[in-house]
């Protein structure tokens, strides 16, 4: 089926405004977390869903980003107020159920976020 | 929290020559761990894993190699081609408790034709 997708692939924005970012995950898949990756950079984790709940938002770099998930399937990241730092590729990624013993992620194509 | 080194930044090989990226962890409950392949612009792509019940995996060209005593694990290319020029990252988790992938910094691997 179809993997990962993310919309937009591109975000032009104005310093302080606010913008939303879309994952859709595999069918199925009841992991989704959100990973940021600044350019010639690794990813820096930013939250984790099971299903709609959020076991784990530790990566969230301040209370600008939030982020939720509907119905175990699409995810929204919002970042409110964007600052020229949050700049970079956010990527989404999603996995099998916790009740499997495998952690596989696939990845989105991500979204590049430029804040002029 | 979990964290990962991963060396070197950047390795230059010969078209046909191996090459080899080292990583380690800290946290000794991690127990799975993914190397993704990432091409310019495009999405990481997981190349192969590792879970902490076996020592080596292979497939293909690519070998990956675990040392939990040590924390630290290996990928291994033979036989390089210019496709495999990309960057790489290592990561680790765990299946339980804190699930997302911690990476290390990434490899840009360029082999020479």
């Known amino acids: 089926g179809a993997g990962v997708s993310q919309s937009p692939s591109n975000k032009v924005t104005e310093k302080g405004k606010d913008v939303e970012l879309r994952c859709d995950p595999i069918?199925?898949?009841?992991?989704l977390y959100w990973y940021r990756q600044r350019l010639g950079q690794g990813l820096e984790f930013l939250i984790y869903f099971q299903g709609n709940s959020a076991p784990d938002k530790s990566g969230l770099p301040s209370d600008r980003f939030s982020a939720e998930r509907t119905g175990e399937s699409v995810s929204t990241l919002t970042i409110q107020r964007t600052q020229q730092e949050d700049s970079a590729v956010y990527l989404c990624?999603?996995?099998?159920?916790?009740?499997?013993?495998?952690?596989?992620?696939?990845f989105g194509p991500g979204t590049r976020l430029t804040v002029l | 929290g979990e964290n990962v080194e991963q060396h070197p930044s950047t390795l230059s090989v010969q078209e046909g020559d191996s090459a080899v990226i080292k990583c380690t962890y800290s946290?000794?409950?991690?127990?799975?761990f993914p190397w993704y392949k990432q091409e310019l612009g495009k999405r990481p792509q997981l190349i192969i894993d590792i879970r902490s019940n076996v020592g080596e995996k292979k497939d293909q060209r690519i070998a990956v190699t675990l040392n939990k005593t040590a924390k630290h694990f290996s990928l291994h290319i033979t036989e390089t081609q210019p496709e495999d020029s990309a960057v790489y990252f290592c990561?680790?988790?765990?299946?339980?408790?804190?699930?997302?992938?911690?990476f290390g910094s990434g490899t840009r691997l360029q082999v020479q034709p």
């Open positions: 990624a999603s996995s099998l159920t916790r009740l499997a013993v495998y952690n596989e992620q696939f």
């Open positions: 946290d000794s409950a991690s127990n799975y």
């Open positions: 069918s199925g898949h009841t992991a």
């Open positions: 990561a680790a988790s765990g299946v339980t408790g804190r699930r997302a992938l911690t």
